[in-house]
């Protein structure tokens, strides 16, 4: 819909379904990874994270500024600042408090740093003035790379829900078994559920979740998984058709050979983070996935993209598959070795890290990260490795990056990552070995892979702390998607204030051994319409509308975000807005 105050020149386009359906599963991403959730005991408080929300922070942890109503002295206690008026800071920003009680923080370019609501609620904004996280009682907004939202908020009944949008994200309980926390996730998705387990422990000042089994294999079963076959077996996937497989061939190919169970595994682990990637991308983007499976995708162009030739050579290399190769053999060794695997002391990075050796992570959602002072992107299938364990009094940790998508963070970038994301991608690691196992179990010898042993698949245990969580709600996915609405509103009203007219009433004062400008009348009478009319190029759409508060980016157009409207440009003239 065209914003009632925009007069807009446009003639009616009719274009093919398929190209607005592509389109749309370009401009949607897939979900963010799980964050942590509600305190399960008394502990000494977590350190509150400013990072983007990935790392599972809430509004919990970004209280409002409270007013008491008197002080030692027996005098009641200043008022909170509402005057309307701009404060010029130190760091070259400014601060205006508006009419409305709003308090708005801007760059030195203009652009809005952070913002404190009338109602209550905080935002900041990244360097380009775009909305990176909203906190606004109990519930946290986020955008990840590429502007994917994520919306997080925790019930009263202590129930967290994570919502993306469309039927998908999940719903995590708080239960008890034999004295102990656990928590219970249900992940929705395509209209289904499955479910997952997680202990709760403390380390490095924040609340990790340690992913827990729902069966444990027999000892045998996991040192057959990871000692070398007697001679490397060739295994054809049949991903040829999938149009995940296309998507990102020029990142990804399996090996030809595998030399043992825990180099397929390490395939499967990467496959399943981008198929799961591109079908979620579908299916946010219209639902109807039979129709955009037919889609052929677009192609994504990589450093290693020979335009020349039309080939490319996959940017994550051997050497490093090599390495996840190797932690996957290194968690199943650890499996093996455990007295009680349901003590889950495997699945945490406190004992993960306490070998102060490397370790290999393989990212399992989009975050936002800070890389030598500026921020860039990881998505699924990015692989980062860890040489030293965080230090004692943070809660990240610092990684390099060894393989990494277009517009993604650089390959050798050094990154920091908040510990509850660090967790989540050795969660991811290890949920997939285990469907992988479950998938060679189930079909012994599948595809000319050597079959286990038949007393290693046998004394299969359930976990007991399975049966004791709570039932999964088969409404979920409804509730999920309000969840997201009510993101998307609270997101849309807090950047609708941040950019609102500056309605201070008030000139700025000088910067320090400045000289304060001559202030301006305001115009007089009503503005101009905005006319946004076809043809127009990106610069004549900004004299009149300003900078867009996104912009995406590809082959052969370019899309402005509004927070009323979209506009397409195809050849850097608009062809379409909505």
Same mark, same amino acid.
């Given at each position: 819909?065209?914003?009632?105050?925009?007069?807009?020149?446009?003639?009616?386009?009719?274009?093919? !379904? %398929?190209?607005?359906?592509?389109?749309?599963?370009?401009?949607?991403?897939?979900? /963010?990874?799980?964050?942590?959730?509600?305190?399960?005991?008394?502990?000494?408080?977590?350190?509150?994270?400013?990072?983007?929300?990935?790392?599972?922070?809430?509004?919990?942890?970004? #209280?409002?500024?409270?007013?008491?109503?008197?002080? /030692?002295?027996?005098?009641?206690?200043?008022?909170?600042?509402?005057?309307?008026?701009?404060? !010029?800071?130190?760091?070259?920003?400014?601060?205006?408090?508006?009419?409305?009680?709003?308090?708005?923080?801007?760059?030195?370019?203009?652009?809005?740093?952070?913002?404190?609501?009338?109602?209550?609620?905080?935002?900041?904004?990244?360097?380009?003035?775009?909305?990176?996280?909203?906190?606004?009682?109990?519930?946290?907004?986020?955008?990840?790379?590429?502007?994917?939202?994520?919306?997080?908020?925790?019930?009263?009944?202590?129930?967290?829900?994570?919502?993306?949008?469309?039927?998908?994200?999940?719903? $995590?309980? #708080?239960?008890?078994?034999?004295?102990?926390?656990?928590?219970? !996730?249900?992940?929705?998705?395509?209209?289904?559920?499955? !479910?997952?387990?997680?202990?709760?422990?403390? @380390?490095? %000042?924040?609340?990790?979740?340690? @992913?827990?089994?729902?069966?444990?294999?027999?000892?045998?079963?996991?040192?057959?998984?990871?000692?070398?076959?007697?001679?490397?077996?060739?295994?054809?996937?049949?991903?040829?058709?999938?149009?995940?497989?296309?998507? @990102? %061939?020029?990142?990804?190919?399996?090996?030809?050979?595998?030399?043992?169970?825990?180099?397929?595994?390490?395939?499967?682990?990467?496959?399943?983070?981008?198929?799961?990637?591109?079908?979620?991308?579908?299916?946010?983007?219209?639902?109807?996935?039979?129709?955009?499976?037919? *889609?052929?995708?677009?192609?994504?162009?990589?450093?290693?993209?020979?335009?020349?030739?039309?080939?490319?050579?996959?940017?994550? &290399?051997?050497?490093?598959?090599?390495?996840?190769?190797?932690?996957?053999?290194?968690?199943?060794?650890?499996?093996?070795?455990?007295?009680?695997?349901?003590?889950?002391?495997?699945?945490?990075?406190?004992?993960?890290?306490?070998?102060? $050796?490397?370790?290999?992570?393989?990212?399992?959602?989009?975050?936002?990260?800070?890389?030598?002072?500026?921020?860039?992107?990881?998505?699924?299938?990015?692989?980062?490795?860890?040489?030293?364990?965080?230090?004692?009094?943070?809660?990240?940790?610092?990684?390099?990056? *060894?393989?990494?998508?277009?517009?993604?963070?650089?390959?050798?970038?050094?990154?920091?990552?908040?510990?509850?994301?660090?967790?989540?991608? $050795?969660?991811?690691?290890?949920?997939?070995?285990?469907?992988?196992?479950?998938?060679?179990?189930?079909?012994?010898?599948?595809?000319?892979?050597? /079959?286990?042993?038949?007393?290693?698949?046998?004394?299969?245990?359930?976990?007991?702390?399975?049966?004791?969580?709570?039932?999964?709600?088969?409404?979920? /996915?409804?509730? *999920?998607?309000?969840?997201?609405?009510?993101? &998307?509103?609270?997101?849309?009203?807090?950047?609708?204030?941040? &950019?609102?007219?500056?309605?201070?009433?008030?000139?700025? #004062?000088?910067?320090?051994?400045?000289?304060?400008?001559?202030?301006?009348?305001?115009?007089?009478?009503?503005?101009?319409?905005?006319?946004?009319?076809?043809?127009?190029?990106?610069?004549?759409?900004?004299?009149?509308?300003?900078?867009?508060?996104?912009?995406?980016?590809?082959?052969?157009?370019?899309?402005?975000?509004?927070?009323?409207?979209?506009?397409?440009?195809?050849?850097?003239?608009?062809?379409?807005?909505?």
């Amino acid at each position: 819909m065209i914003h009632p105050k925009v007069r807009t020149v446009l003639s009616v386009l009719t274009r093919p !379904r %398929g190209a607005a359906l592509l389109s749309a599963i370009v401009l949607l991403a897939v979900p /963010a990874r799980p964050s942590a959730a509600q305190t399960p005991a008394p502990k000494p408080a977590a350190k509150a994270t400013t990072s983007h929300p990935s790392s599972g922070s809430t509004a919990a942890n970004h #209280p409002t500024n409270a007013h008491p109503t008197g002080n /030692a002295g027996g005098k009641p206690a200043e008022p909170a600042h509402n005057t309307a008026g701009t404060t !010029r800071n130190p760091n070259g920003t400014m601060t205006v408090h508006t009419a409305k009680g709003a308090e708005i923080t801007k760059r030195p370019d203009g652009r809005v740093e952070s913002i404190k609501t009338s109602a209550g609620h905080e935002a900041r904004f990244d360097s380009r003035g775009r909305v990176r996280e909203v906190h606004a009682h109990g519930m946290t907004v986020s955008r990840g790379p590429g502007g994917i939202r994520r919306t997080v908020f925790d019930r009263p009944d202590h129930a967290r829900l994570v919502a993306y949008g469309h039927g998908r994200g999940y719903i $995590q309980h #708080p239960f008890t078994y034999g004295g102990h926390t656990y928590y219970s !996730r249900a992940y929705y998705y395509h209209g289904g559920y499955y !479910r997952a387990y997680y202990h709760p422990y403390y @380390y490095h %000042g924040v609340y990790l979740h340690g @992913y827990m089994p729902a069966y444990y294999y027999p000892s045998a079963y996991y040192g057959w998984a990871y000692i070398p076959w007697p001679t490397p077996v060739y295994y054809a996937w049949g991903w040829a058709g999938n149009p995940w497989y296309g998507y @990102y %061939g020029a990142y990804f190919a399996p090996y030809p050979v595998y030399p043992s169970a825990a180099y397929w595994i390490a395939d499967y682990l990467i496959a399943a983070s981008l198929a799961e990637a591109y079908a979620s991308a579908n299916a946010s983007a219209q639902g109807d996935s039979a129709q955009l499976q037919s *889609l052929a995708p677009p192609r994504l162009i990589y450093a290693s993209y020979d335009l020349d030739t039309g080939t490319t050579s996959p940017t994550m &290399t051997k050497e490093v598959k090599d390495a996840v190769s190797e932690e996957i053999e290194r968690e199943l060794a650890a499996s093996q070795e455990a007295q009680d695997p349901a003590s889950g002391k495997t699945a945490s990075l406190a004992t993960l890290l306490a070998d102060e $050796q490397p370790h290999v992570f393989v990212v399992n959602t989009g975050l936002s990260v800070a890389s030598a002072g500026q921020d860039c992107g990881l998505t699924e299938g990015d692989v980062l490795t860890l040489n030293n364990p965080p230090a004692q009094d943070t809660t990240t940790a610092t990684l390099r990056v *060894l393989a990494s998508k277009q517009n993604d963070c650089a390959i050798g970038d050094v990154v920091s990552v908040e510990l509850t994301d660090l967790q989540e991608m $050795q969660n991811h690691l290890l949920s997939n070995i285990d469907k992988a196992m479950a998938e060679m179990k189930d079909h012994p010898g599948q595809g000319g892979l050597p /079959a286990p042993p038949a007393e290693a698949i046998q004394g299969i245990k359930e976990a007991p702390y399975a049966a004791a969580a709570p039932t999964a709600d088969p409404n979920g /996915a409804a509730e *999920l998607d309000q969840t997201a609405r009510q993101g &998307t509103e609270t997101e849309q009203q807090v950047a609708a204030e941040a &950019t609102a007219p500056d309605d201070s009433n008030a000139t700025a #004062p000088p910067p320090i051994g400045g000289v304060a400008s001559v202030p301006t009348s305001p115009p007089s009478g009503p503005s101009a319409p905005i006319v946004i009319a076809l043809g127009q190029t990106e610069a004549q759409v900004i004299a009149g509308k300003g900078q867009p508060t996104n912009k995406v980016a590809f082959p052969n157009k370019t899309v402005f975000i509004y927070p009323d409207m979209k506009i397409t440009f195809v050849g850097g003239k608009v062809s379409d807005v909505q």
